[in-house]
């Protein structure tokens, strides 16, 4: 294939599985057909382009992934629209601007999956909610290999040695008590002290299946 079939568009989908298959071409935009998609899985498909505005009307989605192609522009903030989402991973592309603000308010949300990409700014105020318990939802959220900078808010910096590492301007400041240490001096994100000894396995992901129609 050399470019998204044009009649997948016209087809009212409610599940779409293109993982692996090497389309290209520009990622689509969404259509009225798509009104009712809930899982859309296109990792490693090799489009281009930016990601339409338009995929935030699109809010029955509960299972996003673009991950691992070669995607620009910035994240949409029709995004914040999404209430539905459940898994959200548009890792390893070349996206650069800022996160959404609306990305610190998802209702339903159980794991972002942002890094490898080129992400500016600060790390929107809610979003390491993700991660309560930090022990227990450890790598529910990656921001890892970004741009970013800012001050880590506490539930941040107890996990910025993975989930946030390689953004060198994230500081953990000095007063934060971070439950799994609490740092002397500001530190980059880059020389963390490693936790992992305290930290457990993240539960599963629950499963997220195509419903009938």
């Known amino acids: 294939l050399k470019e998204f079939p044009t009649f997948l568009t016209n087809l009212p989908l409610i599940c779409l ?30 489009l281009t382009g930016t990601i339409p505005s338009n995929y935030g009307s699109m809010t029955q989605l509960a299972f996003l992934d673009l991950s ?3 995607l620009m522009g910035s994240i949409p903030t029709s995004f914040s629209n999404m209430n539905n ?16 603000s609306g990305f610190g308010r998802f209702p339903k949300i159980f794991r972002v999956l942002l890094q490898s990409n080129y992400l500016q ?19 529910n959220i990656d921001l890892s290999n970004n741009l970013l900078s800012g001050k880590l808010d506490p539930h941040c910096c107890c996990n910025c040695h993975n989930n946030f590492a390689n953004n060198v301007g994230l500081v953990c400041s000095s007063s934060d008590n971070c439950g799994c ?5 500001s530190i980059s994100c880059n020389s963390c002290p490693n936790t ?5 396995t993240p539960p599963p992901q629950p499963e997220i299946i195509c419903p009938a129609l």
């Open 196 to 200: 992992s000894d305290i930290l457990v």
């Open 121 to 139: 700014g600060s790390i929107p105020p809610g979003i390491c909610d993700y991660n309560k318990p930090i022990y227990e939802l450890q790598g």
């Open 68 to 70: 691992q192609n070669l």
């Open 181 to 185: 240490y609490k740092p002397s001096t």
């Open 17 to 46: 599985h293109l993982n692996q298959i090497k389309i290209g071409g520009q990622l689509p935009s969404a259509t009225p057909s798509w009104s009712k998609m809930y899982i859309m899985e296109m990792q490693s498909t090799l």
């Open 85 to 100: 989402m459940t898994y959200l991973s548009l890792s390893s592309n070349h996206l650069n601007g800022t996160i959404p």
